[in-house]
């Protein structure tokens, strides 16, 4: 009887025992998480690219033109730089620099208003406007950069040397001429009094031999 007591026991602890191990193995597992992708990211914009024009590509030495710049930061300072490459060999008036560009003698003054490098500022839209006389023959590379935004334009323009003007007639080129056809005139006057004087001397000399 004691016997079977204690087996009893036994079994009721290996069972208590059991259970929950049982309901521990009974359990789902964690899975692991799914791998999450991100989302497919829309392609960048291109970037702002700024622009630099002149209205006229070809000028003569003394006329002006107008650079205009586009696509420049809002209100921003624009540094332009003017950098000349010789058309041909310095013509008659014309000096060399060291690197090779060429510099028109004329008049300090005149120099002065044709800066190789000067600034501009931008209005809100980012663009800007100059009136640029040069001073130089040659071809002008203009190179625009924006101080904040860094964006950069650049366009050319080709400087002829200054063109001869069409001078009119005026009295002292017809000075000459007049004075060739004043002497034929006053020959001819002279040649005409001559004629008359020659016919009335024969006229009268031929009545008196009758």
Avoid: C
């Avoid at 204690?6 to 791998?35: C, D, E, K, N, R």
């Avoid at 200054?162 to 009295?171: D, I, S």
């Amino acid at each position: 009887m004691r016997l079977s007591r204690i087996i009893m026991a036994l079994t009721v602890g290996l069972a208590v025992v059991a259970v929950p191990a049982a309901a521990g193995a009974a359990q789902p597992q964690p899975q692991p998480s799914p791998t999450v992708t991100d989302p497919p990211q829309p392609p960048p914009y291109p970037p702002v690219l700024a622009s630099l024009t002149v209205n006229r590509p070809t000028i003569f030495l003394g006329e002006t033109v107008i650079l205009t710049g586009r696509n420049f930061g809002p209100n921003e300072t624009v540094d332009i730089v003017v950098s000349v490459t010789p058309l041909a060999a310095p013509a008659a008036g014309t000096a060399r620099r060291s690197d090779g560009s060429t510099v028109a003698m004329t008049p300090v003054a005149f120099q002065a208003s044709a800066p190789l490098s000067f600034t501009a500022r931008t209005n809100s839209q980012g663009v800007f406007t100059r009136r640029y006389t040069p001073s130089v023959t040659g071809l002008l590379t203009f190179t625009a950069t924006g101080r904040e935004s860094g964006r950069t334009g650049e366009t050319q323009l080709r400087v002829l040397p200054k063109r001869k003007p069409h001078l009119p007639v005026t009295g002292s080129s017809l000075d000459t001429p007049m004075k060739v056809g004043g002497g034929l005139v006053a020959a001819g006057a002279i040649l005409l009094l001559g004629a008359f004087a020659w016919r009335r001397r024969n006229r009268f000399g031929a009545g008196g031999v009758n």
